[in-house]
């Protein structure tokens, strides 16, 4: 079972995020935990003061390193087997890779940030590592905890009914899934490909494998430099690269 504590301003955003969907079976099945606590408790004085204006002058307003310091001794005991993120439009891009890795912890602590920024004392001295979801600026980082969440939670075993689904997901085996096709075999003219249709695995399994390739290379040719591609597939990939 992996824990998952979020350290936010905005608890409330997650329960519907996470009430409606697999996330809630998984913590109802035992597979996850999910704490949620509030970084404004942790904060002192009258009016629970999280933020404050940076130095040196400029716009916006910077979270505050003392409650999230406080919130953090209050939650973590012992931080073995434990990794503590910051999200944050500054860290390093969460891939696949990543969310393998901190599946395999046993306690993630991921705290959100607001406003600004976060006083960079938090990502010096009390965090592990910074992750950002992507190149765009959002509000908070309520959002991209909700995707690390998911991400890592379903790679538990037990969280997706199939995990032959897991296995193939796009970017597991670095490269986008192919194309899917279900029930009726034809609308509107659409049809599905014939090989689909055919029962012979092997023959399923090469368009499978094709189609990828083919989309990878599509949409994502970045994607290739770092697949584990047979010398049949860059054979491929050179075949259709020249043909472009």
Request: overall charge negative; charged content about 25%.
């Amino acid at each position: 079972m992996i824990r998952f504590d979020i350290l936010t301003l905005f608890p409330e955003l997650f329960h519907t995020a996470f009430g409606a969907s697999l996330v809630q079976k998984a913590v109802e099945k035992s597979l996850i935990e999910i704490n949620l606590h509030n970084i404004r408790d942790y904060a002192g004085g009258r009016h629970r003061i999280t933020d404050d204006t940076p130095f040196g002058g400029g716009g916006g307003m910077v979270m505050k390193v003392e409650p999230i310091a406080s919130a953090l001794d209050d939650v973590i005991t012992d931080r073995e087997g434990t990794e503590v993120i910051l999200l944050s439009p500054q860290g390093e891009m969460f891939r696949q890779e990543v969310a393998e890795a901190l599946a395999l912890k046993e306690r993630i602590v991921l705290i959100c940030g607001h406003y600004e920024g976060v006083d960079e004392r938090v990502g010096e001295h009390l965090v592990d590592r910074e992750l950002s979801i992507g190149d765009y600026v959002l509000t908070g980082g309520e959002y991209p905890a909700m995707v690390v969440v998911d991400a890592v939670s379903r790679l538990v075993p037990g969280f997706v009914g199939n995990s032959d689904s897991v296995v193939d997901d796009s970017f597991t085996t670095g490269l986008l899934e192919g194309p899917h096709y279900t029930r009726p075999r034809e609308y509107r003219g659409w049809k599905v490909p014939e090989v689909l249709l055919s029962g012979h695995q092997k023959h399923i399994d090469e368009w499978r494998h094709r189609q990828s390739l083919l989309r990878t290379l599509k949409r994502r040719p970045d994607l290739l430099e770092g697949a584990n591609l047979t010398a049949e597939d860059r054979d491929m990939v050179e075949a259709v690269t020249k043909a472009q």
